[in-house]
Each structure stands twice: as structure tokens, then as C-alpha cells.
């Protein structure tokens, strides 16, 4: 069977606290408070398990407080192979705006890499990741690094996964991933690029260092990666706009139907779940990433971390409007 491993190098507890009306400077009750393990992969992971795919997640977390971890790995039928550093995962706070649905996030910096250690813990994960894939099983890389780590993790890992015959997707930070996409030909292939990036819109024009307004500056800009790094599908994430979609069947522009956001947290992991899911099942890209989006819509309507039924995903999949661009 064929697999999904996530890995996620700098994890967090996230703390969601929805308030009714964000106002700087003034005092804020909360109308509710949510405890969820956080971090890109590892939200994939849990989106994943949720649709029926077989996912273990892979990474960093700091062994003095896994419990959340554990039982959200246990509760969803992840196979946990984290590895435990010394200390303590970081906390991040999302506060969620209920009028306007909009998060505002305060994301702490994660646990710092003992830099006698980090050759070691680098090593470790890199073999531990080997011993869990087989070729034509998928890879996700998703999130920041923690401090005292650079992106040339990234292409050590993405190194051995390539010649194992892994597909990999790559939804890091932006400017993280400008730096993987860079160096990738160099360190990782020259031949064999990523199966999948997903950039949101500020991201992809932090790559290519321009302003993109209009869909068709969007575009160019996606293309432009595209070719320059052999990106085989890209997903440009933008909100309520919806996203576009660029891949070698051809480019499309989908809108999803409006929907009450209750957060926005977790939507671009749910975008990315959704599309592995359904490329795993043989659909083809376009569908798949449009079926992403229905995911995604269906999330941020719950303040919970998670998906709600199927059948509601399926009603939001036929209200998305797409068309060739």
C-alpha cells in the first residue's frame, strides 16, 4: 500500500482562543479555547488519516510535552515516528477574529538545535525517514525550521527520498522554499524536481520578488518556477479568491463558493491533503487539487481541527467554479 510520510522539523501546540471582535490594545474575552497539535506536516497527517490514507508522520518534537501529540497520532491512526528532543515543543496562540474570519497568529521560534547535537539529531532523522519509504511512496515536507537549522536539511532529506523513487511535495515556508528551489538542482537533482509546491499568493511573490495583482502576473510568476526548478504541479493558494491550479494537463482558475469562516488555520494543510488523497486514488491532477479545495472549504468553517463529514465535502466539491486560465 502505498503511503504519505510527513515531516515536520518545527512543530507546535497550537492554542486557538476565537474571540467576537479583535481590537488591538483592548481586553478580549474569549468565547472558546481549543488545544491542538500543530505543524504543516503534521496537520497533513492528521487530514490524510481522516480521508483514509496511510500517513506516518516524521520530524522533531520536544519530549517533555508529546502527550497532545501522542493522542492525536492515536486517536487518528497515524503511525507516530517523531523523534523526542530535549525540551519542550513551543506553543503558538491563534486568535481568531469571528466578525472578520481572520486568525492572527504569535508563532514562538521552536526548540533550539544544540549545535553539538544537531549533526547527530540531523543524521538520525534522515535515517529514520529511509527506513520508512518505499519508491513510489509520498513525501511532505511542511513548515519552518527550528532555530540553529538551515534549508540545507531539506536537501539532505530531499536527496535520499529522490533516489528512493519518493514523490515529494514541498509546502515549506516561503522563503525557505525559495532557498530549497534554488539549491535543488545542486544538491538534490538536476533532473527530478518536486511532484508539488503550494505557495499562497504572498508567498510566491516573496519567490519571485515582484508584486503579482492579477491572475495573469500570477501565472507567469508559477510558470515561471515551474520550468526554471522541474516543479511538475503548482497550487497557488489565494484565500477566499480561490486558487490556481498548474500542472502539465494545463492551468485553471478555481473559485470556491463563499462560505462563514469560523478560521483560517490549518487550510492550506487541508488543500494540500486533499489533492495528495485524490492523486493517490488515480484522479487526475486538476480534479484532485479542486477536491483539495473542497477540503479546505469544509475546514475553516469549524473552529476544531479536522474535517466534517464527507458528504459535506462532496456538496462544497460541486459549488467550486473552475475554468481553464
Known sequence: ??????????????????VKKLIPGEVHRATGFTSTPGGKGIGVSIIL???????????????????????AFDDNGIRDAMIRLPGATRTNVKLVDHEAG??????????????EERAKDEQLLNERMESLVRRGDWCEFGGSLPPGCDVGI?????????????NLVIDVAGSQLG?????????????????????????LE????????????????????????NIQRVVVSMGGEGALIIGP??????????????????????LVAGTI??????QPFPQAAVFGMACAAARIQQIEFGLPPLDQVEALLHQINVTPC
Open 1 to 18: 500500500m502505498t503511503q504519505v510520510l510527513t515531516i515536520t522539523l518545527n512543530p507546535a501546540i497550537d492554542q486557538t482562543i476565537p
Open 49 to 71: 488519516a481522516k480521508l483514509g490514507v496511510a500517513t506516518t508522520a516524521t520530524g522533531w518534537i520536544g519530549a517533555d510535552n508529546d502527550k497532545l501529540f501522542v493522542q
Open 102 to 115: 481572520e486568525s492572527t497568529d504569535v508563532n514562538l521560534p521552536g526548540i533550539q538545535l544544540d549545535p
Open 154 to 166: 531539506w536537501h539532505h532529506l530531499a536527496k535520499t527520498l529522490v533516489d528512493k523513487g519518493v
Open 179 to 203: 532557498a530549497v528551489l534554488e539549491g535543488w538542482k545542486k544538491a538534490v537533482s538536476d533532473t527530478v524536481g518536486p511532484v508539488m509546491i503550494k505557495p499562497n499568493r504572498s508567498e
Open 206 to 229: 516573496e519567490l519571485v520578488g515582484r508584486s503579482l495583482k492579477e491572475t495573469a502576473e500570477l501565472i507567469k510568476a508559477a510558470e515561471e518556477l515551474q520550468k526554471a526548478h
Open 249 to 270: 494537463e494545463g492551468r485553471w482558475l478555481a473559485k470556491p463558493p463563499k462560505v462563514h469562516v469560523a478560521t483560517t488555520v490549518g487550510a492550506g494543510d487541508t
Open 277 to 282: 488523497a485524490r492523486l493517490l486514488h488515480g
